[in-house]
């Protein structure tokens, strides 16, 4: 069935939808983008996924063509017309259609608004089940991770790599250890029950999903840390996981072939994803 899509104020059938060949997000990666899961029709953890687009437009000088409210009621229309129970959507804006140029377009070229939807299982699923195996790649993008562009060609090719090497996934590595997954922030789970995760800075993204695991995380009086963490300490932790707007927590069962605690989902990670689909069942709009 085709599905109804939102681009620049009108609602079309995903074949009659157009953009510019023009358009900077294809000419440039001159565009950001939020991912927004779908739990029983409705948003989870909507309203943060929309302050960091703004944050994400302002840090790009960009403009922001519509209003939150106005995006809050384009999510729910395109949830009733693609009747979405549970999936995803996806919101893209680019700096707008102008003569390919370096330099940034005059000030009143129009952003193009593109959002989608993705029907599919996300709460139940194999992988939340048995866990993924991941890689390790140098991690080779640009030094802003921390706006969500849709510059995404290296974590692509990540990714590639990763299922070339019969994985699911690659976490990336800088001087410092790991930095976080293709699409998701990474985390270890230490023998005596300490949380690692990568500390916020330009160089990983401020996961939605992270800000609100790490409040769980801190309900169930866990100890977290947030600093860096290398490939050695990864390999000897006793769980890992990742999270994500789509994965929720995910675990993590093989690093680089090297199998974590027994191999299958851990103790924690499970308890983890358990409260945190469910404050997002509670909590989402
Ligand atoms: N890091 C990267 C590089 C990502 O692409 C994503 C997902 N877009 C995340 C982390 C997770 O962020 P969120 O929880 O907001 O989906």
Not at 169 to 181: H, L, R, S
Not at 249 to 267: A, C, N, Q, R
Request: charged content about 25%; overall charge negative; aromatic content about 8%.
């Amino acid at each position: 069935m085709s599905r109804t899509v939102f681009v620049n104020g009108e609602y079309v059938a995903e074949e009659q939808a157009h953009i510019s060949v023009f358009d900077r997000g294809f000419l440039f990666a001159d565009a950001v983008y939020e991912v927004t899961a779908v739990l029983n029709r409705k948003l989870v953890d909507f309203t943060q996924h929309m302050e960091r687009l703004d944050r994400s437009l302002s840090e790009l000088a960009m403009a922001q063509p519509v209003s939150t409210d106005e995006l809050r009621a384009i999510h729910h229309e395109l949830i009733a017309r693609n009747d979405v129970d549970e999936g995803l959507i996806y919101l893209q804006i680019s700096r707008g259609a102008a003569d390919r140029d370096f330099a940034f377009p005059d000030e009143d070229t129009e952003p193009t608004l593109v959002l989608f939807t993705q029907v599919r299982a996300v709460a139940d699923t194999p992988a939340a089940r048995t866990g993924i195996r991941v890689i390790t790649v140098p991690d080779k993008r640009w030094g802003r991770r921390d706006i969500k562009t849709v510059q995404l060609l290296y974590p692509s090719l990540a990714k590639m790599e990763a299922k070339r090497a019969g994985a699911d996934d690659a976490w990336m590595v800088d001087e410092q250890g790991i930095t976080e997954g293709t699409s998701n922030n990474a985390y270890i789970v230490l023998a005596d029950g300490r949380i690692i995760t990568r500390q916020l800075s330009h160089d990983i993204l401020p996961g939605i999903t992270r800000r609100s695991v790490l409040r769980c995380v801190n309900d169930m009086q866990l100890t977290l840390e947030e600093r860096a963490f290398s490939l050695d300490e990864a390999r000897s932790a006793t769980e890992a996981f990742f999270t994500s707007a789509t994965g929720f927590v995910m675990p993590v069962v093989e690093i680089d072939g090297h199998t974590i605690g027994h191999g299958k989902p851990g103790p924690i990670t499970n308890r983890l994803r358990e409260i945190y689909i469910q404050d997002a069942r509670d909590n989402a709009e």
